[in-house]
């Protein structure tokens, strides 16, 4: 008895680790690419050159600013809760990990029979997880703004943590909508429904629309990034940061941005399908595993594309103040998610009836 | 009123319609044109691997020059310590030795000639002055260095290469062999 309730599926054990280690340390590398795309498209769209002296076109960039980091002095300030202003950037980094547990990356691997699902944990409330590790993201924010204890960065604490929870409820809002349509809340699910470039995004653009914007709200990303406004209120919650402290912050904040882009490919964009192409028979042709393989390099191909958009809009739209932003949460997204919810209710009605 | 210019621009302030309050139309025309600025050329020079040229009158730091069988030219008349407004060249003359003959043209020669290039206004009045054609300023300019001592040029650095014993060295320093524009100039081309 003892002995059966202990058995682990090795294998299974085994492949589960393998892909966390991968997909962590995939949305590192990414995450600090991010940085340099960001600095290289930055440049690229202001008629400049951008970062052009550590490597070929500047690709060791990110290694420099890393190691620049952790070289710099780490400062705790004397009157701030230093438990708390540790766990700030742990917590916000991760919250900003976990998140990528229930994406699938692709469908599956055929090896000695077994299939290995690229997915670490297919939990059947996939989107709720994800809601909900979204939402803990907030304590990152606000526990690293209240230990600093420093009044202007508890004020870029507060003003952050009640966007992103503005944002969340529109964002919700959306969602059920597409819901609405999948009947699923697991990502693989939906996924799969969208295979043969059914995307979701010819039946719900504006709950794309909806979901985009407050993707950015809940990434802290430019037109909404008030919680740091880098180059006019002050650093924001992290003022008090330095070194890799502040690394974890803006670390995060880019993790986090891989993680929504690959959350909205997954939702709207048909996450791993091969566009205008039959999946189902192009593994049949060729093979599970170069196709499972090929269909991760599309989500990643998709995922860049987001990233790209991300990095696009930081550079165009300039920044909303305190006020038009809540004005565009509460008063624009909310009730527009909830129309687009019963204009969606209302037509699945009628095609069933 | 009567417009100043032709450039004045009515504001309009009339209140946004439906279609402009959306701001999409113009998020969606904002990011048209970021985008379209990533195909543009770039007006940066990358510079330390490429310069703009200069025109052949740009005064950057001096150069001492030697004639063609690569002799001084300095006589250490002083002359253009005299004409500089900064009082940045400073030197001390030397009699020539009888077997120095083949180091320097005249009699007399500059034993220590400096430049603090911290003081220098790149005037070229010392160009000017000189009746040797011994001083020019040459098109490099930008220096470098850790101590304010470094900026006090000495003959090592100022003297240009003997075109006897280094022509390479000479031609480059003359801004010959290549596409930029000389250097320094030489007789010919001041007369």
């Known amino acids: ?70 070289m710099k002095e780490e400062i705790v300030p004397g009157s701030s809760n230093r438990l708390l202003f540790i766990l700030g950037p742990g917590l916000a980094m991760l919250t900003a990990m976990m998140t990528s547990a229930v994406v699938p990356w692709s469908s599956y691997l055929e090896v000695g029979g077994r299939h290995f699902d690229l997915q670490v944990a297919d939990v059947n409330i996939g989107i709720l997880y994800v809601f909900g590790v979204v939402s803990m993201g907030v304590y990152g924010v606000m526990i690293g703004g209240w230990a600093s204890n420093n009044k202007f960065s508890l004020l870029a604490a507060v003003r952050g943590a009640s966007q992103i929870i503005s944002y969340e409820l529109a964002m919700g809002l959306s969602i059920i909508s597409l819901l609405m349509i999948t009947g699923s809340l697991s990502l693989r699910t939906i996924v799969q429904e969208q295979q043969n470039t059914h995307y979701y995004i010819l039946y719900q653009p504006v709950g794309f629309l909806i979901f985009l914007v407050c993707s950015f709200a809940e990434c802290n990303r430019t037109p ?54 039959d999946d189902a028979a192009l593994a049949q042709h060729w093979g599970q595993n170069p196709v499972a393989i090929l269909q991760a390099v599309c989500f990643f191909a998709k995922i860049v594309c987001f990233i790209f958009f991300f ?43 | 009123m009567q417009p100043l210019t032709s450039k ?56 001492l020059n030697r004639d063609e069988e690569g002799r001084e030219r300095c006589t250490a008349c002083g002359l253009c310590a005299v ?66 001592k470094g900026f006090i040029y000495g003959k090592e650095e100022l003297l240009i290469p003997d075109p006897k014993t280094d022509p390479e060295a000479f031609a480059r320093a003359r801004g010959e062999h290549g596409q930029e524009a000389p250097a320094v100039k030489t007789n010919s081309q001041m007369r």
């Open chain 1, 1 to 70: 008895m003892h002995i059966t309730l202990l058995a682990l599926d090795w294998t299974l054990f085994i492949d589960k680790v393998i892909l966390i280690v991968i997909i962590l340390g995939l949305s590192l590398v990414i995450a600090m690419y991010e940085t340099w795309a960001e600095r290289k498209v930055a440049a690229l769209m202001q008629d400049r050159r951008g970062p052009n002296r550590a490597g070929p076109g500047g690709l060791l960039q990110p290694l420099a600013d890393g190691l620049k980091l952790f």
């Open chain 1, 224 to 277: 909404f990034d008030l919680s740091e406004a880098d180059n006019e209120l002050n650093m924001g919650f992290h003022l008090e940061y330095s070194s890799m402290k502040l690394g974890f912050y803006l670390f995060s904040e880019y993790v986090n941005v891989f993680i929504s882009s690959a959350v909205m490919a997954t939702l709207y964009f048909g996450g791993y399908d091969i566009p205008f192409v």
């Open chain 1, 311 to 353: 990095i696009w809009v930081r550079w165009t739209i300039p920044r909303f103040r305190y006020d038009q932003l809540m004005k565009l949460g509460w008063k624009m997204l909310i009730p527009l998610a909830i129309l687009n919810m019963l204009v969606t209710g209302f037509l699945i009605l009628l095609r069933h009836h």
């Open chain 2, 8 to 63: 004045a621009k009515v504001v309009d302030r009339r209140p946004m319609n439906m279609w402009e309050r959306m701001y999409l139309p113009a998020i969606a025309k904002g990011m048209s044109i970021t985008f379209g600025h990533m195909f543009k050329k770039r007006p940066t020079v990358n510079y330390p691997e490429k310069t703009r040229p200069f025109s052949p009158v740009f005064r950057g730091l001096h150069v």
């Open chain 2, 83 to 148: 004409a500089c407004p900064a009082e940045a060249i400073t030197m001390e003359g030397a009699e020539r030795l009888p077997s120095e003959e083949g180091l320097y043209r005249e009699e007399k020669y500059a034993a220590k000639y400096e430049i603090n290039m911290l003081r220098c206004i790149f005037c070229g009045l010392c160009e000017e002055a000189c009746p040797k054609d011994a001083i020019y300023l040459s098109e490099t300019f930008a220096p470098s260095n850790y101590t304010r």
